[in-house]
T-cell receptor, first 115, second 114 residues
Framework: EADIYQTPRYLVIGTGKKITLECSQT?????MYWYQQDPGMELHLIHY???????EKGDLSSESTVSRIRTEHFPLTLESARPSHTSQYLC??????????????FGQGTRLTVV | RKEVEQDPGPFNVPEGATVAFNCTYS??????FFWYRQDCRKEPKLLMS???SGNEDGRFTAQLNRASQYISLLIRDSKLSDSATYLC???????????????FGRGTQLTVWP
């Protein structure tokens, strides 16, 4: 089993609230990712990180922000949640062994509903 | 043009059938290739890595064709439990960097019926 954890698993929150989705991994992986996925739809990369103090925007524009202060921790924050943010958010990590990257390990996801 | 292209399906096959999925990638410098499986409302999980020489794991065979830039997954003797979405994943080098990032295809949906 992968050692990558997301909390909370489910979150229902009102419009305008600030939320932080937590993601932690104990594998010492440098690379971490956040994906957004609606039911039955494809994964969209919204943020990724190569390591501490590195954050990059992904392919899908997102109003969320991320930080990487510690290797094991990659939280995602929404300053003001809106119903359009309702989705599943999946965190993943992978190892870097030159010249290639290993497979990504996923957390179980956070299912966010903004009402 | 997308980095990774997959036929979304759906593929509906009877138990015992053999089914093949293909995936193409656009960056010839890609180094790592994987097939993932995602069950409904679950996270993706690694099914198998894909090596240049091709590799087999039980009923599953993965192949890589670098010249044509495609990856395939063959499932023999399909089981009901094989019903899922299969995702093709490619590591693509970032511009100006030796580091890469993973690109996921949109997935191919498979339903195996009794």
């Amino acid at each position: 089993e992968a050692d990558i954890y997301q909390t909370p698993r489910y979150l229902v929150i009102g419009t305008g609230k600030k939320i932080t989705l937590e993601c932690s991994q104990t594998m010492g992986h440098d690379k971490m990712y956040w994906y957004q996925q609606d039911p039955g739809m494809e994964l969209h990369l919204i943020h990724y990180s190569y390591g501490v103090n590195s954050t990059e925007k992904g392919d899908l524009s997102s109003e969320s922000t991320v930080s990487r202060i510690r290797t094991e921790h990659f939280p995602l924050t929404l300053e003001s949640a809106r119903p359009s943010h309702t989705s599943q958010y999946l965190c993943a990590s992978s190892e870097w062994t030159a010249p290639a990257v290993s497979e990504a390990f996923f957390g179980q996801g956070t299912r966010l509903t903004v009402v | 043009r997308k980095e990774v292209e997959q036929d979304p399906g759906p593929f509906n096959v009877p138990e015992g059938a053999t089914v093949a999925f293909n995936c193409t990638y656009s960056n010839s410098a890609s180094q790592s290739f994987f097939w993932y499986r995602q069950d409904c409302r679950k996270e993706p999980k690694l099914l198998m890595s894909v090596y240049s020489s091709g590799n087999e794991d039980g009923r599953f065979t993965a192949q890589l064709n670098r010249a044509s830039q495609y990856i395939s997954l063959l499932i023999r003797d399909s089981k009901l439990s094989d019903s899922a979405t299969y995702l093709c994943v490619v590591n693509v080098p970032d511009r100006g960097s030796t580091l890469g990032r993973l690109y996921f295809g949109r997935g191919t949906q498979l339903t195996v019926w009794p």
